[in-house]
């Protein structure tokens, strides 16, 4: 429900004023109540001042991504470019090309700095979670370098906090942060990836004892992904290599505390700017904090290297795990919104869709296209109703109310809306709920009920 953006220089100074835009919410959506409890922003509050998803992409595409710009932000690999991408694809935009075309590209600040506390950790205050285990959060972090953020979870104030950590790690560590913002650069990924060595590698997937980052070494390529499966060195491949498919299948599915082997093997993928680095990084300093025993690692990645089944193994491991998750994701599909990942848009497609995009609600309705893709199909009545709700006509407003009743009825007592009047109802009941709360949670209510679709005729 809102964007918030400000364009640097390459040493984090900002250009120009910053981007901050509410997105009006459309009535086939709930918001999350504790979000919202979170955010202060209200249903109300995105429509009585925002604007629609197509006028805002419209300004983005002009004003925001411009060539040469590096979208940068923290988390945003894994959480805020799916949300720009879904937008893209519901409002007849290619969902990739704002992300390279033009020499545009993508950087996520959270494993950079993840690695820095890892490797290279001087000059900078680094927090911990009340459990005493180290954490990387972003109000943390501005909290403990006593860097300004004065409304956390306010998408700017959450931008101009990304920035002045982002000065502030480059400022301590400029050869670690200018490394690793080349492998934005998937060939730069896959240059250090192919060489056949072991490498340094910082991803969430790791423990934070480990200040989530180990030692690894390519297995075999993943076919499904942009990308390679690696191996945890810190680990014997002794235990893995003699399980079964099954095993695999077992010790690849758990999770940190279930008891049992957990399989360290995880895809690395060249397309998420990765943090990597040559294992010439680990100083002595940095093996005792990562407890990182090179002659350790170097067994193992020998041992590793001698199986010849291995790869194989895991490959057909791999192909069970994502069979079940196709059948899950089948079973989940709700509506045509969730359908991206099918597959890409063919050219001819993709000029229609240019067409849809030029057009205003009046002229929508006079235009006569055909799509291939059944999805553009079902998605061009959704996006009429969402961007020119005022231009539909009776057989339009129909269809978007049967949708409207499928997505947020279904399943009866177990629907979205059902299960968002419930939520609310838990939160209502707090003994510590503040006034400010408590008008949100009125608000919510009002909204829901202002949404709740009629009985059809």
């Keep these: 429900?809102?964007?918030?953006?400000?364009?640097?220089?390459?040493?984090?100074?900002?250009?120009?004023?910053?981007?901050?835009?509410?997105?009006?919410?459309?009535?086939?959506?709930?918001?999350?109540?504790?979000?919202?409890?979170?955010?202060?922003?209200?249903?109300?509050?995105?429509?009585?001042?925002?604007?629609?998803?197509?006028?805002?992409?419209?300004?983005?595409?002009?004003?925001?991504?411009?060539?040469?710009?590096?979208?940068?932000?923290?988390?945003?690999?894994?959480?805020?470019?799916?949300?720009m991408r879904f937008l893209h694809y519901r409002n007849f935009y290619d969902?990739?090309?704002?992300?390279?075309?033009?020499?545009?590209?993508?950087?996520?600040?959270?494993?950079?700095?993840?690695?820095?506390?890892?490797?290279?950790?001087?000059?900078?205050?680094?927090?911990?979670?009340?459990?005493?285990?180290?954490?990387?959060?972003?109000?943390?972090l501005t909290s403990v370098n006593k860097l300004d953020h004065q409304d956390a979870h306010d998408a700017l104030s959450d931008v101009m906090a990304t920035i002045s950590l982002a000065r502030l790690i480059y400022s301590k560590q400029a050869k670690?942060?200018?490394?690793?913002?080349?492998?934005?650069?998937?060939?730069?990924?896959?240059?250090?990836?192919?060489?056949?060595?072991?490498?340094?590698?910082?991803?969430?997937?790791?423990?934070?004892?480990?200040?989530?980052?180990?030692?690894?070494?390519?297995?075999?390529?993943?076919?499904?992904?942009?990308?390679?499966?690696?191996?945890?060195?810190?680990?014997?491949p002794s235990d893995y290599t003699k399980l079964s498919v099954a095993e695999i299948v077992e010790a690849w599915q758990r999770r940190y505390d279930d008891p049992g082997l957990r399989l360290p093997v995880k895809t690395l993928q060249f397309n998420r700017c990765p943090a990597l680095a040559p294992l010439s990084v680990l100083?002595?300093?940095?093996?005792?904090?990562?407890?990182?025993?090179?002659?350790?690692?170097?067994?193992?990645h020998k041992k590793l290297k001698a199986d010849k089944k291995f790869a194989d193994t895991l490959l057909k491991a791999l192909e069970i795990m994502d069979k079940s998750?196709?059948?899950?994701?089948?079973?989940?599909?709700?509506?045509?919104?969730?359908?991206?990942?099918?597959?890409?848009?063919?050219?001819?497609?993709?000029t229609k869709m240019s067409l849809i995009r030029a057009a205003d609600g009046g002229e929508l309705s006079n235009l006569d296209i055909t799509f291939k893709d059944d999805r553009l199909r079902a998605l061009l009545p959704l996006y009429k109703a969402r961007n020119y709700p005022k231009y539909l006509t009776d057989e339009d407003r129909l269809v978007w109310e049967r949708f409207r009743e499928r997505k947020l009825m279904g399943g009866k007592n177990e629907g979205r809306l059902s299960r968002y009047f419930k939520r609310?109802?838990?939160?209502?009941?707090?003994?510590?709920?503040?006034?400010?709360?408590?008008?949100?949670?009125?608000?919510?209510?009002?909204?829901g009920q202002s949404v709740a679709p009629t009985d059809l005729e």
Aim: charged content about 30%; cysteine-free; overall charge negative.
């Design 95 to 140: 969902p990739y090309e704002w992300q390279w075309r033009d020499n545009r590209s993508r950087f996520d600040l959270l494993d950079p700095v993840r690695m820095t506390r890892a490797l290279r950790p001087k000059g900078i205050k680094w927090p911990f979670a009340s459990d005493g285990s180290p954490s990387n959060q972003l109000g943390l």
């Design 283 to 300: 100083d002595k300093d940095s093996q005792s904090r990562l407890s990182l025993d090179l002659s350790v690692i170097n067994a193992n």
């Design 1 to 83: 429900m809102q964007f918030g953006g400000q364009r640097t220089d390459m040493q984090f100074k900002p250009i120009g004023q910053p981007h901050n835009y509410l997105i009006k919410i459309t009535e086939d959506v709930l918001p999350e109540p504790d979000a919202v409890l979170v955010t202060g922003i209200t249903p109300q509050k995105t429509l009585s001042e925002g604007i629609t998803e197509a006028e805002f992409l419209k300004i983005f595409h002009s004003e925001i991504a411009t060539p040469d710009t590096i979208f940068v932000g923290f988390n945003n690999v894994r959480f805020d470019d799916e949300f």
């Design 424 to 447: 609310i109802a838990e939160l209502e009941v707090r003994p510590d709920l503040s006034d400010r709360a408590r008008y949100i949670l009125e608000e919510l209510k009002f909204y």
């Design 176 to 236: 670690l942060f200018d490394y690793l913002l080349t492998l934005r650069d998937k060939r730069k990924v896959s240059s250090l990836v192919g060489s056949g060595k072991p490498f340094v590698y910082t991803s969430g997937k790791y423990p934070s004892e480990y200040e989530k980052t180990t030692v690894v070494s390519v297995i075999t390529d993943n076919p499904k992904r942009q990308g390679v499966l690696v191996y945890d060195l810190r680990y014997d």
């Design 325 to 350: 998750m196709q059948a899950r994701l089948l079973e989940d599909q709700i509506d045509v919104d969730k359908r991206l990942y099918e597959g890409f848009f063919d050219r001819e497609d993709q």
